[in-house]
């Protein structure tokens, strides 16, 4: 079908005043066009589920079901390869801490217990 129609919905209050400020932003032309833009998206993120669901239905059946210990080792494959990327400055005193020394020792102890692992 091709072209528009018309269309008559209910939505939640903050989920409108969201898109009429969006609008008022100017990332949309209008509030249709936001929520074509937004049911887009949707039929997109749904398509992407339904073809990973069919893919890891097709990979059990083809390599056994998936278990909890498979997921995990996963896990710990992926962290064992991450590249852990240090802030370019000093992060700010976090609340509940009385000095920057304070906070900074805390952070110090949590990166060497991380490069222990």
């Known amino acids: 079908m091709v072209?528009?129609?018309?269309?008559?919905?209910?939505v939640d209050a903050k989920?409108?005043?969201?898109?009429?400020?969006?609008?008022?932003?100017?990332?949309?032309p209008t509030l249709s066009a936001y929520?074509?833009?937004?049911l887009k998206l949707k039929l997109e993120s749904d398509q992407r589920l339904r073809a990973m669901r069919e893919f890891i239905k097709d990979y059990e059946h083809e390599f056994g079901k998936i278990t909890e210990e498979d997921?995990?080792?996963?896990?710990?494959e992926l962290q064992?390869?991450?590249i852990?990327?240090?802030?370019a400055?000093?992060?700010?005193?976090?609340?509940g801490y009385s000095t920057k020394a304070e906070a900074s020792q805390t952070v110090a102890r949590a990166s060497e217990r991380r490069s222990r692992r």
Do not use: T
């Open 71 to 76: 997921i995990a080792e996963s896990v710990r």
């Open 89 to 95: 400055r000093p992060a700010r005193p976090a609340q």
């Open 15 to 28: 989920l409108m005043v969201a898109a009429e400020q969006a609008v008022k932003r100017g990332e949309a």
């Open 35 to 38: 929520v074509s833009d937004g």
């Open 84 to 87: 852990h990327v240090r802030p």
């Open 3 to 10: 072209g528009k129609r018309r269309l008559s919905v209910s």
């Open 80 to 82: 064992s390869r991450a």
